[in-house]
């Protein structure tokens, strides 16, 4: 998601900007306020900045910067204004950070106290993933209603309700009390998670990937792992998003067309997020109590360590899901497990797993669901069947090349 500036100007504003925002959270509280002065402040140096040179200090700039914004916006109540007028121009721009026991700086705490309000339980998930990427990820309404193809203003609604929300809810700026705090951390995992899917396959448009999407919960999920690098979730989230984005270039032709798994030409996976998410996961399950990011990281690595589809270790996979089964049971859990146990056990035992997800409302009318189901009736030898369902498939999709693919898969079945 290009902010349309020189990739340097646009990677340096990018982790700046939950710290300015937590910075200046913590001095004048209206987080509301403070976001859209940060989105200003980062307008500026968009524009600024590369005709005119980076500052010495880019965090102390834009501090400065949104704090004038941040008074501007408050301007309405002037004995306010004079307050925060005095204090911006009385206060060096890094006293706004406090610092940690070991003296260090607290912007990066700001940045994890910032995911955990950003994906407050009173927010609905597509409020948290909007506010998520605003308000840490530094993006602003416009880029990112175009990410998720919905109106500027339908998206600008969803911020402002989300920030009244968090005000509404009187969430002050610091971590959960430790007996929430495992709880929070696995919605902000969810909403990470959230973002990255929707950018590996993208659910409706003519693109299979969002790429900008997917390497933004990437660099946030790094950033959760550089806070808490003891969290086994964490850690098993960023191994499963790396392991999965390595074939990422593999996953479609030069125009667009998608190419399953099994048909990849491996020699395209990116073999450095494959060495890391392998090391990172094979770390983690030897000392971490085990979690259903884990498991998914340790079933994507297998995938990825197969010199070929037909290599592929599938009775260990299997076992994997029926692990994840009993942990995390979920539709599409079970979706994935019917195929580990058809490579297995056989076409006819992964449609008998299926069944039951026809009456579950969560999957039931989701394409994949039927994609699934065609691919195994496929496998049986029943041709007819197969290809009403990747009919249906297609017809479900939004997704331009999946809908193509799916209907190209039925064309190509031969008439019994």
């Known amino acids: 998601m290009s902010l349309g500036e020189p990739p340097a100007i646009e990677d340096l504003l990018r982790p700046l900007a939950p710290q300015v925002l937590g910075a200046l959270i913590r001095r004048y509280g209206h987080f509301d306020a403070c976001e859209d002065a940060v989105q200003e402040a980062l307008l500026a140096a968009s524009q600024q900045w590369p005709s005119e040179g980076v500052p010495s200090n880019p965090r102390g700039w834009l501090v400065t910067v949104a704090s004038r914004r941040l008074t501007d916006l408050l301007r309405s109540d002037s004995a306010r204004r004079r307050r925060e007028e005095t204090m911006a121009s009385l206060t060096p721009a890094d006293e706004f950070v406090e610092s940690g026991p070991?003296?260090?700086?607290?912007?990066?705490?700001?940045?994890?106290?910032l995911l955990f309000l950003c994906c407050?339980?009173?927010?609905?998930?597509?409020?948290?993933?909007?506010?998520?990427?605003?308000?840490?990820?530094?993006?602003?309404?416009?880029?990112?209603?175009?990410?998720?193809?919905?109106?500027?203003?339908?998206?600008?609604?969803?911020?402002?309700?989300?920030?009244?929300?968090?005000?509404?809810?009187?969430?002050?700026?610091?971590?959960?009390?430790?007996?929430?705090?495992?709880?929070?951390?696995?919605?902000?995992?969810?909403?990470?998670?959230?973002?990255?899917?929707e950018g590996y396959t993208t659910t409706s448009g003519p693109s299979l990937s969002r790429t900008d999407l997917t390497a933004e919960a990437i660099r946030l999920t790094r950033a959760v792992h550089r806070l808490l690098p003891a969290d086994g979730e964490v850690a098993g989230l960023l191994a499963l998003m790396l392991l999965t984005d390595a074939r990422r270039l593999a996953r479609a032709t030069a125009d667009g067309e998608l190419v399953p798994l099994a048909e990849q030409d491996r020699s395209l996976w990116n073999g450095a997020f494959i060495a890391e998410g392998v090391a990172l996961v094979s770390e983690t399950l030897a000392r971490a109590p085990l979690g259903p990011y884990q498991l998914q990281a340790a079933i994507a690595a297998l995938h990825d360590e197969a010199a070929s589809a037909e290599s592929t270790d599938w009775p260990q996979i299997l076992a994997l899901y029926e692990l994840l089964s009993k942990l995390s049971a979920n539709p599409v859990v079970t979706l994935n497990h019917a195929v580990a146990l058809a490579m297995v056990e056989g076409p006819r035992a992964g449609l008998d797993l299926l069944a039951p997800l026809d009456s579950d409302d969560r999957l039931s009318s989701h394409h994949r669901l039927h994609a699934v189901r065609a691919h195994l009736l496929e496998m049986a030898g029943d041709l007819a069947g197969a290809r009403a369902s990747y009919q249906r498939a297609a017809s479900q999709t939004t997704s331009a090349p999946e809908q193509h693919y799916l209907t190209q898969r039925a064309a190509a079945l031969p008439s019994e």
């Open 102 to 113: 070991d003296g260090s700086s607290s912007f990066e705490d700001d940045t994890l106290t």
């Open 120 to 197: 407050h339980p009173a927010l609905s998930p597509a409020s948290q993933v909007a506010l998520t990427l605003r308000a840490v990820g530094g993006l602003t309404t416009v880029q990112i209603a175009r990410a998720f193809l919905v109106p500027d203003s339908t998206m600008g609604q969803r911020i402002s309700r989300a920030k009244q929300a968090i005000k509404a809810a009187g969430s002050s700026f610091e971590l959960p009390p430790a007996a929430e705090r495992a709880e929070r951390l696995a919605v902000v995992l969810h909403v990470l998670y959230l973002i990255f899917n």
